[in-house]
């Protein structure tokens, strides 16, 4: 009995492996809307994706951001790196913020496994990240009954509502 146990163990292993399927080791639930989890962030910032790091080996590990503004927090660099992930260290894949693009992200957030080199990471257990386009910052603000669910708020109403917590 014990060995068609190891044996099944055996086989499944051969099945996930080689079909390509990510696995997935983080376990957090969806903490709920940037509102409500990027407060318990380290610091939160308004920043541009500058490059990505790792490209030249063909992986896009981690990302380089220039900080526009800190919302929360302290930060005291102009730029740092934000290190990703497929899912199973709780972190967001990078390449899912173009180069480019100006984002509002609660760094460090719980759930997230901590950076390496130095480097900072984004808490996937959560929504905290926000894209900023045209002015606007867009994304799931505070609505904590859909996960998906988009919104829409002019930057400075959002720093206001962010930084009296509403």
Not at 30 to 48: H, L, S, T
């Amino acid at each position: 009995m014990k060995i068609v146990k190891i044996m099944i163990a055996v086989i499944l292993l051969c099945v996930v492996s080689c079909t390509g399927m990510d696995v997935y080791a983080c376990s957090c639930s969806w903490g709920g809307p940037f509102f409500k989890v990027a407060p318990q962030a380290e610091f939160v910032i308004k920043g541009k994706i500058m490059s990505y790091h790792g490209e030249e080996k063909g992986i896009k590990q981690a990302m380089d951001v220039e900080v526009l503004e800190v919302l929360k927090g302290t930060c005291h660099q102009k730029n740092i790196r934000i290190w990703g992930g497929k899912g199973w260290l709780c972190r967001p894949d990078v390449t899912q913020f173009p180069v480019g693009t100006e984002w509002i992200l609660g760094i460090n957030g719980p759930g997230s496994k901590p950076g390496i080199e130095g480097g900072y990471a984004i808490s996937i257990c959560g929504q905290y990240w926000l894209q900023v386009v045209n002015g606007v910052v867009v994304g799931n603000i505070d609505n904590e009954q859909e996960r998906e669910f988009s919104q829409e708020l002019p930057l400075e109403e959002f720093k206001k509502r962010f930084r009296n917590g509403k």
